[in-house]
């Protein structure tokens, strides 16, 4: 994002006077611009005006009157401005995406828009005769988007709604919403709570998972209360597919819980939301406006342990792109990280990646690497052309993407759809339950 274009559009900056250094080159730019700089303390005081776009100065928008004031502004973009790296981030759950015509839903600190907006579609979609169930709840994002969705259609279904902890950023919400006050909110652990009890075994119409966000945790809430869910029942879990090693636990447990679960169809991908429905009901998504996508991550690991005997061996993954990364990350969920000992790259100006060295083609046999992994999509021919000439046989390496074995393997996996965000007002969404 090209910052001088908003800094002549109707922009407001937010900054933290503890934390900002005043002498600063982005500082100055920032007051030379002459846009509206506002303290963070000083907030509440000015929440009169309507910007277009908020920058947070080298701050995230954590705090209460942060939020207060964004739902209040309700700005096209917010972003946070990094002082150490110098770039403009747009935050992901910004208010806005383009179409503003679902019930406005406010600020949320844990979830892209889009992803919101999902949720409010599932809701309404969810009968009287089933519940919504909430695992994760934090600040109520989520919360609010499940409950105004189900609200807009009919007086609130039953709204379970879980979390180990309470927020009391929950509490403003709930001063400002009435229909929070039928939410049957628990501070309770989803690894014991027990649903047949406090819900008399209602079936589930929709289970949103954003809670423990590990494989054991995810794992273990999908096993506990997918049994309860409806036929035809939705079933999201958030912050699939996520590049950070440390969640891409979430993905695993999915696969293993729900995509290789005979009882579950209808896989798609929306934003960061895995989303799937038990057999048995009207398919919600139309699949038509989502392309599929297979060649995730979780097979290239599948395939690797199924087919390839690689990882009792000295492997560098080669490339230090989002793919190679991609396969580290899983590769972690199966315990093979440390297998994998080094990323091969001739040309990048880095020394380490994800805290492995990064070392050049030369150096793969000093470090007695006994196998490569070539980890891109698009330059797998290349790159093996490159190994060759630098003395290694095909035997010694896996070109993961173009191996036929693989196509098969993926081929014969099951249909994950995937849509792109900026396709949201194609998305047909069947109308389940909605006549009633
Ligand atoms: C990412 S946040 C949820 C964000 C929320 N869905 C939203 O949109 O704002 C994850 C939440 O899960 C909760 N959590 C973690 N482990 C849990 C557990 N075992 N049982 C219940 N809640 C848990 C955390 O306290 C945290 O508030």
């Known amino acids: 994002m090209e910052i001088k274009s908003l800094l002549i559009g109707n922009t407001v900056v ?19 611009s002459n ?14 005006h309507s910007f277009e776009n908020i920058i947070f100065f080298g701050i995230t928008p954590n705090t209460l009157a942060d939020v207060e004031y964004i739902n209040q502004v309700c700005p096209k973009m917010v972003y946070w401005y990094d ?27 844990m979830m892209q828009n889009i992803e919101r907006r999902f949720l409010f579609e599932l809701a309404k979609r969810v009968s009287h005769h089933e519940s919504i169930f909430e695992i994760g709840r934090n600040s109520g994002g989520s919360t609010l988007a499940l409950a105004l969705g189900n609200q807009e259609k009919h007086n609130l279904s039953v709204l379970v709604s879980l979390d180990i902890l309470h927020n009391p950023l929950y509490d403003y919400y709930a001063k400002k919403y009435e229909v929070i006050k039928k939410i049957k909110c628990f501070v309770q652990d989803s690894k014991t709570f027990d649903w047949k009890g406090e819900n008399k075994n209602l079936p589930i119409g929709l289970l949103w998972i954003d809670g423990e966000h590990t494989y054991n945790g995810c794992k273990s809430d999908i096993e506990r209360y997918k049994g309860f869910l409806s ?40 934003g960061s939301i895995f989303f799937a429905q038990k057999k048995g009901g009207k398919q ?14 979780y097979y290239i690991l599948e395939y690797l342990r199924h087919y390839t005997p690689v990882f009792n061996s000295k492997i560098a993954i080669y490339g230090t792109g989002f793919q190679s990364l991609d396969i580290f990350c899983m590769a972690k969920q199966y315990g093979l990280e440390k297998n994998i000992v080094a990323f091969v790259d001739d040309f990048s100006m880095q020394k380490t990646f994800y805290n492995l060295p990064i070392i050049s083609l030369s150096e793969t046999k000093s470090m007695n690497i006994e196998h490569i992994l070539i980890g891109s999509k698009d330059h797998e021919e290349s790159m093996a052309q490159k190994l060759k000439t630098s003395g290694w ?11 036929e074995a693989f196509k098969n393997f993926i081929a014969s996996g099951k249909n994950i759809y ?12 069947f109308d389940r339950n909605l006549g009633e």
């Open 14 to 32: 937010v900054f933290d006077e503890e934390i900002m250094d005043k002498l600063s080159d982005s500082y100055n730019m920032f007051v030379k």
């Open 35 to 48: 846009v509206l700089m506002i303290k963070r303390k000083d907030l509440m005081d000015n929440n009169c």
């Open 83 to 109: 002082e150490v790296t110098n770039q403009l981030n747009p935050i992901i759950y910004s208010l806005y995406d383009g179409n503003l015509s679902v019930a406005k839903l406010p600020f949320s600190m």
């Open 231 to 270: 036929d035809g029942g939705m079933i999201a879990v958030h912050d699939y597919g996520s590049g950070n090693p440390e969640i891409a636990g979430i993905m695993k447990a999915v696969h293993e819980s729900i995509v290789e679960d005979d009882n579950f169809e209808n896989f798609c991908v929306i």
């Open 284 to 297: 919600i998504l139309d699949t038509k406006n989502l392309s599929l996508e297979k060649s995730i991550p």
């Open 393 to 403: 046989s095909e035997k010694d390496f896996t070109r993961i993407y173009t191996a």
């Open 418 to 429: 995937r849509f792109e965000s900026s396709r949201w007002n194609e998305l047909f969404i």
